[in-house]
């Protein structure tokens, strides 16, 4: 199998199969995704979706948000992991765009990147998902199901296997694509228990051809 049959196949399986993929964070603008984003980090969707609404609801805006001190916003997400550092960056971020944008989130990724809490993969959600825009962001399972389908081989970086990606799938599809990786990777794919017997794409996985199937 060429790698234009494999990308290809991968594809017409995750359109045929999921043909409206959405994140499972729950947002209702463009400012309240990148707070969901942020705290989502090395965290769960549900425990971050737990949160966001109280967090929200006392800071709905980025104006609201920039008035609050990192202890104030501390005690909406002191469940989330690593708590103190995204009160900082939180608080932060919100600064960052009254000062500078105007309390709107930007929607160009240099931009988005100069938001404390916001580096490149952060920035490529926003645009995949608020903008819909044509973007790849590469997290641990986006990286991990590129790997194992052979979408990418032995990538060095999340940086590589985004511009590998991005030079195989039409722009048009970009931003589906990821989620597609990344909810295979989150509910089928998994890190250590890959459920592969039940996976629609093993006759085309390079992982499942070379590790299971023999």
Not at 101 to 124: C, Q, W
Not at 193 to 206: S, V
């Amino acid at each position: 199998m060429t790698l234009k049959e494999r990308y290809a196949g991968v594809l017409e399986w995750f359109q045929l199969t999921m043909p409206q993929p959405t994140t499972d964070l729950h947002y209702g603008n463009a400012f309240e995704l990148l707070v969901a984003v942020i705290l989502s980090a090395q965290c769960t969707d549900k425990r971050v979706n737990l949160i966001t609404p109280a967090l929200l609801a006392a800071y709905p805006t980025a104006e609201a948000m920039a008035k609050a001190t990192p202890e104030d916003i501390y005690e909406y997400i002191k469940s989330v992991s690593y708590p103190n550092n995204k009160a900082k960056l939180l608080a932060g971020m919100a600064r960052k765009l009254v000062e500078d944008f105007n309390g709107e989130v930007p929607g160009d990724l240099d931009s988005l990147m100069t938001l404390p809490g916001v580096g490149r993969k952060t920035a490529n959600v926003m645009l995949a998902v608020e903008f819909d825009r044509a973007a790849m962001p590469v997290d641990t399972h986006v990286y991990r199901v590129s790997e194992r389908l052979g979408l990418t081989t032995d990538s060095p970086s999340p940086l590589a296997t985004e511009k590998t990606l991005t030079a195989h799938i039409p722009a048009q599809l970009l931003s589906k694509a990821h989620h597609w990786l990344l909810l295979h990777g989150r509910y089928v794919c998994k890190a250590r228990k890959p459920d592969c017997l039940d996976c629609g794409l093993k006759d085309l996985c390079r992982y499942y051809q070379s590790h299971i199937s023999k």
